[in-house]
């Protein structure tokens, strides 16, 4: 390999551009602690959201990607599965307005063609309320998995290559990049999990390859953009060395 042919590294982001990522756990956890059913875990949950996206242009946040349910969460009990959707439904609707006023981009990342014709109407319908929107890009994974979102991808480039549009050879990062559900965002720089599980749970596998983790025991329902803020002070005094040295 000559030296040009070494991948560039990514520049670091101004610090009020910044790609932050959240794997939300501990709903069901925050309920039993209280005797109370994991809904209104997530209930809270879901108010924790609004006070992030509020919070986040100020705290230099201006990609806010939020993981809300997994390829995996199927596995759940019906209720809790059909109360998720529910919850998801009814934020798109009381949203919308809050979303515009706040200069908020809403979009969607993980296979819709599991959901309910219904809830695929809604969130189509916020996407293009909130498109003209710049201020802070908001995108919720939902039926999302890492491994789900790149097999996808892996199909439309074999079915590509198959029929003469792209080469082989012409298959490399950027074009895997550009057939991922995430093509129209830059990669993470940090990704936060709360409750203290510390795993990556099939999120954003492809895009987290420099990402920065930061898992913290508070969970979903008690997190605030306060806790945020100390998180990106955390982050911010990391030294991220893309596999090169110190300069
Ligand atoms: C995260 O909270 C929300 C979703 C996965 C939908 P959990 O529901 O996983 O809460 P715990 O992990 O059981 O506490
Ligand atoms: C990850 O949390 C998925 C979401 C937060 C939506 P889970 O609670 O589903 O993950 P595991 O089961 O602990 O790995
Ligand atoms: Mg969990």
Same mark, same amino acid.
């Given at each position: 390999?000559?030296?040009?042919?070494?991948?560039?590294?990514?520049?670091?982001?101004?610090?009020?551009?910044?790609?932050?990522?959240?794997?939300?756990?501990?709903?069901?956890?925050?309920?039993?602690?209280?005797?109370?059913? !994991?809904? #209104?875990?997530?209930?809270?949950?879901? %108010?924790?959201? =609004?006070?992030?996206?509020?919070?986040?242009? %100020? +705290?230099?946040?201006?990609?806010? &990607? +939020?993981?809300?349910?997994? &390829?995996?969460?199927?596995?759940?009990?019906?209720?809790? #599965?059909?109360?998720?959707?529910?919850?998801?439904?009814?934020?798109?609707?009381? %949203?919308?307005?809050?979303?515009?006023?706040?200069?908020?981009?809403?979009?969607?990342?993980?296979?819709?063609?599991?959901?309910?014709?219904?809830? $695929?109407?809604?969130?189509?319908?916020?996407?293009? /309320?909130?498109?003209?929107?710049?201020?802070?890009?908001?995108?919720?994974? $939902?039926?999302?998995?890492? =491994?789900? *979102?790149? &097999?996808?991808?892996? !199909?439309? $480039?074999?079915?590509?290559?198959?029929?003469?549009?792209?080469?082989?050879?012409?298959?490399?990062?950027?074009?895997?990049? %550009?057939?991922?559900?995430?093509?129209?965002?830059?990669?993470?720089?940090?990704?936060?999990?709360?409750?203290? *599980?510390?795993?990556?749970?099939n999120f954003?596998?492809? /895009?987290?390859?420099?990402?920065?983790?930061?898992?913290?025991?508070?969970?979903?329902?008690?997190?605030?953009?306060?806790?945020?803020?100390?998180?990106?002070?955390?982050?911010?005094?990391?030294e991220r060395?893309?596999?090169?040295?110190?300069?």
């Amino acid at each position: 390999m000559t030296l040009d042919q070494i991948p560039s590294m990514p520049s670091p982001p101004a610090a009020s551009n910044l790609h932050v990522a959240v794997i939300m756990d501990g709903n069901g956890r925050w309920a039993a602690n209280r005797g109370w059913p !994991r809904l #209104v875990g997530h209930r809270k949950g879901v %108010e924790r959201v =609004r006070g992030l996206v509020e919070a986040s242009p %100020e +705290l230099g946040i201006r990609y806010l &990607t +939020l993981y809300a349910f997994s &390829t995996e969460n199927w596995k759940r009990s019906t209720e809790e #599965v059909l109360g998720l959707m529910s919850l998801l439904s009814r934020y798109i609707k009381a %949203e919308a307005k809050r979303l515009n006023k706040e200069g908020v981009r809403l979009r969607f990342i993980g296979d819709r063609t599991r959901l309910e014709p219904k809830l $695929i109407k809604l969130m189509d319908w916020i996407e293009r /309320q909130t498109e003209a929107n710049t201020r802070l890009f908001l995108t919720v994974a $939902i039926n999302y998995g890492g =491994r789900d *979102e790149i &097999t996808r991808a892996m !199909r439309l $480039i074999a079915s590509k290559v198959q029929k003469g549009e792209i080469l082989p050879s012409a298959v490399n990062d950027a074009l895997i990049a %550009e057939h991922l559900d995430t093509s129209f965002l830059p990669d993470p720089e940090l990704i936060v999990r709360t409750s203290g *599980e510390t795993r990556v749970s099939n999120f954003l596998l492809w /895009q987290s390859a420099y990402s920065e983790y930061v898992f913290t025991p508070i969970l979903w329902p008690d997190f605030t953009p306060e806790n945020m803020r100390a998180i990106l002070d955390t982050f911010r005094s990391r030294e991220r060395r893309f596999g090169g040295v110190k300069t």
